[in-house]
């Protein structure tokens, strides 16, 4: 979850109320909060530094929180511990980290590069940690990266296309020459991936010392992946720009600091800007549908951002295949692509891609 503002209190339904008194908690003080983009509903219990986190409609997901909050922390990395968990009506007691999310410690003014130094370190713990990856969870594998650039071909693509644009054929094409972009990662399994390692999802925590200073949310659909896929989503965020020079800043410490079985620092670095160029292209996609499928235009405000960063990963990945091919088929795929976004209005409030 994302920090979330508070809303009126609502009564509690009757399981709910039953498994705050089965933990002792009848009678407490309820703040209701808003909800954010997933199927997931929290309640604020303000005197005992607890969320009551309630999933009905996802109970693989509920069933992965729980088993990822216990992995992290047994880390040595801070996600929220549960205090007590009710599957059968996808509710939990967990620990509230509060409201100081990056995003708004930003806003305040806190030290960027702190910020985001604090949470390099704490991707190189769980890249160091050995049993970073001992956990069951769903592989990021090549047929997965595919699938999530069909999103491109779908929506995207028609969207800047010009007229007698195949589109069958340009989604078949694009497929093989990501295929073979992709294939050396494509069984990479050597860590927790938390996919949405980005400042909505990342909380500064006082009290607390080193790598456990920053709170990690929403990592329930982690997968096991590439190291570098977490750096890109933190560095190369959709909703905002870095300072100028702290992502390659960010990017070195990493490198220096990267577990030797990574490989020399070009390979991180070429795997960096490959998987960028997925995930920007992914966005993209993501993005168009949002606004066109489900009637959520704002998104596009930040579609000229992603379409700057994939076409800058495409370059330092150097995938000129692909350059080309988007250049033969999409000619103006970038000016279209960003004159989408132009009337669209800043979103407010997080994100999910």
């Known amino acids: 979850m994302t920090a979330l503002p508070a809303v ?24 209701p909060l808003t909800a954010d983009a997933s199927t997931r509903r929290y309640v604020r ?7 009551l986190m309630e999933d009905r409609q996802d109970p693989v997901g509920f069933a992965a929180y729980l088993r990822l909050s216990r992995h992290l922390c047994a880390l040595g990395l801070s996600a929220p511990r549960v205090q007590g968990a009710d599957p059968s009506h996808g509710l939990a007691l967990v620990e509230d980290f509060g409201t100081s999310t990056y995003t708004a410690c930003l806003a305040a003014g806190h030290d960027e590069r702190a910020l985001y130094e604090l949470a390099v370190d704490a991707l190189l713990h769980l890249h160091h940690e050995p049993r970073g990856a001992a956990v069951s ?14 999103v491109f071909s ?36 050597e860590t927790l991936v938390l996919r ?4 909505d999802n990342l909380m500064l925590l006082e009290g607390r010392t080193g790598v456990a ?25 959709a909703r905002r720009d870095l300072a100028p020079g702290l992502e390659a800043a ?13 490989g020399p620092a070009d390979e991180i670095r070429q795997r960096y800007a490959l998987l960028g160029a997925q995930r920007h292209a992914r966005i993209a996609g993501v993005f168009v549908r949002l606004s066109r499928r489900d009637g959520k235009p704002r998104y596009l405000a930040f579609l000229p951002r992603v379409l700057r960063q994939l076409e800058t990963a495409l370059d330092d990945a150097g995938l000129t295949d692909i350059r080309a091919f988007l250049a033969a088929e999409l000619p103006e795929w970038r000016q279209h692509g960003s004159e989408l976004g132009t009337d ?10």
Do not use: N
């Open 8 to 31: 009126p209190p609502l009564p509690l339904d009757p399981p709910a109320a039953t498994f705050l008194a089965r933990h002792g908690l009848a009678g407490e003080t309820l703040v």
């Open 45 to 51: 219990l303000p005197d005992r530094g607890l969320l």
């Open 137 to 150: 969870q769903p592989a990021f594998d090549l047929d997965t990266y595919l699938t999530e650039l069909d």
């Open 154 to 189: 779908d929506w995207f693509a028609p969207a800047v296309a010009p007229s007698g644009f195949d589109p069958s054929g340009f989604a078949r094409r694009f497929r093989e020459l990501w295929a073979a972009a992709l294939a050396p990662i494509g069984e990479r399994r």
């Open 196 to 199: 949405d390692f980005h400042v």
């Open 213 to 237: 200073r920053c709170g990690l949310l929403d990592f329930q659909d982690g997968v096991l992946g590439p190291c570098e896929y977490d750096l890109v989503s933190l560095l190369q965020d």
């Open 250 to 262: 960010m990017l070195q410490r990493y490198v220096a600091g990267a577990p030797a079985h990574l």
């Open 344 to 353: 669209a209005d800043i979103l407010k409030g997080p994100i999910r891609v």
